[in-house]
T-cell receptor
Framework: NAGVTQTPKFRVLKTGQSMTLLCAQDMNHEYMYWYRQDPGMGLRLIHYSVGEGTTAKGEVPDGYNVSRLKKQNFLLGLESAAPSQTSVYFC??????????????FGDGTRLSIL | GQNIDQPTEMTATEGAIVQINCTYQTSGFNGLFWYQQHAGEAPTFLSYNVLDGLEEKGRFSSFLSRSKGYSYLLLKELQMKDSASYLCAVRASRGNSGGYQKVTFGTGTKLQVIP
């Protein structure tokens, strides 16, 4: 099983450029998440999805958009990249449920630099 | 909201025991997770607690006291490969039906194991 796969692994953009980060999971998980991780800030939730066709804002959604057209894929878009969006981006997925031991499974991350 | 506190850094000796603490403040507590993250890699799930007490998994154990808003991760027989960041994450119910429950990550404790 591949688990959670993110592409690309690295990218350098110029300010104002746009791009899409791709996330795919093969565990049939209902929930998917996009985080950014910055030094001293921990993992911060950008957007999440509780199922195909649904998305919701997380803690730091400004400057990002997402789509979940298929259950296995969750896309994160940057419409006009800014240097403040330089970060490591992690996608994660988990089973749906009201509780219980349902940890998140993370992809290997995308290292994004905005010049 | 949720507040999660962990020490920023710790150092311990190979073969020793180390305890990494996590304190939290939240309403609607519904589970606490510990993740391990090696430098440049994705977080991986270590343990889960929802009831008070100790959960043991090989060299790793995790403890929870809900009344005190306190958890710790205990690592025994430390090995050099245990050098990593350890993330505490708290799940809380929003009180709505539908299933999604917010998970908030602490900033992580960077553990260095020295010979």
């Amino acid at each position: 099983n591949a688990g959670v796969t993110q592409t690309p692994k690295f990218r350098v953009l110029k300010t104002g450029q746009s791009m899409t980060l791709l996330c795919a999971q093969d565990m049939n998980h209902e929930y998917m998440y996009w985080y950014r991780q910055d030094p001293g800030m921990g993992l911060r939730l950008i957007h999440y999805s509780v199922g195909e066709g649904t998305t919701a804002k997380g803690e730091v959604p400004d400057g990002y958009n997402v789509s979940r057209l298929k259950k296995q894929n969750f896309l994160l878009g940057l419409e006009s990249a800014a240097p403040s969006q330089t970060s490591v981006y992690f996608c994660a997925s988990s089973k749906r449920g009201l509780g219980g031991n349902q940890p998140q499974h993370f992809g290997d991350g995308t290292r994004l630099s905005i010049l | 909201g949720q507040n999660i506190d962990q020490p920023t850094e710790m150092t311990a000796t190979e073969g020793a025991i180390v305890q990494i603490n996590c304190t939290y403040q939240t309403s609607g507590f519904n589970g606490l997770f510990w993740y391990q993250q090696h430098a440049g890699e994705a977080p991986t799930f270590l343990s889960y607690n929802v009831l008070d007490g100790l959960e043991e998994k090989g060299r790793f154990s995790s403890f929870l006291s809900r009344s005190k808003g306190y958890s710790y991760l205990l690592l025994k027989e430390l090995q050099m490969k245990d050098s990593a960041s350890y993330l505490c994450a708290v799940r809380a119910s929003r009180g709505n039906s539908g299933g999604y429950q917010k998970v908030t990550f602490g900033t992580g404790t960077k553990l260095q194991v020295i010979p």
